[in-house]
């Protein structure tokens, strides 16, 4: 007859026995579940498939159908990311619901509504550009093309996303900004309208007709080519320097900084060459020195005068 065998060894010994028992058939179910569930795992493949498709498809159909009117490329883009991210969502959706069919989709409308507050949380910063990006696009300001100036960057805006925008310098550097900062300060857009007024400050002597100086200044001004006549030049005798009358010049050319710069010098050009013609002198600075006490002064460099 034989005894049980009730030591603690024994013991240790059938429940480790048990427990790798438990865990086989674990790993059993697991298998057969996954097994049965591989067919649900090829349609979702395969959903993921056709929803690429058709977003691609989308994509292009609106692209061409709006690609006929007047929109910004910015709304555009905007348009073509939320077909794209609509129709992605609808297609992850059903693939989820096909791999796991005890879902419905107002549990899973719910788990994304508390899982997106949560990401909201962690990734406040990328959902705040995010939606600075669609209210950017949405706004008919600020084209892509434009010339602006925000928080000291300045260049063209070469490219509008929904986290952030590339401005390239005018010296050719590229900066990607993120949207929240072009959004929430002031912009200054130089190229919203074809026209700008530019400005440049031209001195005549004291001894001046300043009344002839400034037909000679404007007339100058209005022959040269590219400057907006129908917007008029306008001349003004602003300030007593010390050692001209200087007058402000100001008059309307193309927008853009290279239009600027060579509207201005063409301006400069003209107006020196108007005054050299007129006999007008455009004075240096003068410096006139006070001696206190008398300087004597010789014939040969360091020679005193006797009195």
Not at 63 to 78: E, H, Q, V, W
Not at 109 to 120: E, K, Q, S
Not at 170 to 184: A, Q, R, Y
Request: glycine fraction near 10%; aromatic fraction near 6%; charge should be negative.
């Amino acid at each position: 007859m034989s005894v049980p065998n009730t030591t603690p060894a024994g013991e240790t010994y059938d429940q480790t026995v048990n427990t790798l028992g438990t865990l086989q058939d674990q790993l059993v179910d697991m298998a057969e579940g996954f097994i049965r569930a591989l067919p649900n795992f090829a349609i979702a493949i395969v959903i993921l498939l056709v929803t690429w498709i058709v977003a691609r498809l989308a994509v292009r159909g609106v692209s061409r159908a709006i690609g006929k009117t007047d929109m910004r490329p910015s709304l555009l883009n905007l348009i073509d990311t939320v077909v794209k991210l609509g129709i992605w969502i609808i297609g992850l959706m059903i693939a989820l619901i096909v791999v796991m069919p005890g879902m419905t989709p107002a549990s899973l409308i719910a788990g994304l509504g508390i899982g997106a507050v949560a990401i909201g949380f962690a990734f406040q910063d990328i959902f705040e550009n995010f939606m600075a990006g669609v209210l950017i696009m949405l706004r008919e300001k600020m084209r892509i093309g434009d010339v602006i100036e925000c928080e000291g960057i300045k260049g063209k805006v070469e490219h509008i996303t929904l986290r952030e925008t590339h401005v390239r310098k005018l010296s050719g550097e590229l900066t990607i900004v993120p949207n929240s900062m072009i959004f929430k300060n002031p912009v200054e857009i130089l190229t919203d309208e074809n026209l700008r007024r530019h400005e440049v400050v031209a001195g005549v002597s004291y001894d001046t007709d300043l009344d002839h100086a400034a037909q000679v200044i404007r007339k100058a001004v209005e022959g040269v080519e590219g400057i907006e006549i129908d917007k008029g030049v306008d001349v003004f005798a602003t300030t007593f320097n010390s050692s001209s009358v200087d007058f402000l010049v100001r008059w309307h050319a193309g927008s853009t900084p290279r239009n600027g710069w060579e509207s201005t010098d063409k301006v400069v050009r003209a107006i020196k060459r108007g005054l050299d013609e007129a006999g007008i002198e455009i004075p240096f600075p003068y410096i006139t020195h006070t001696f206190k006490e008398r300087v004597p002064m010789g014939r040969d460099p360091g020679e005193s005068v006797e009195g």
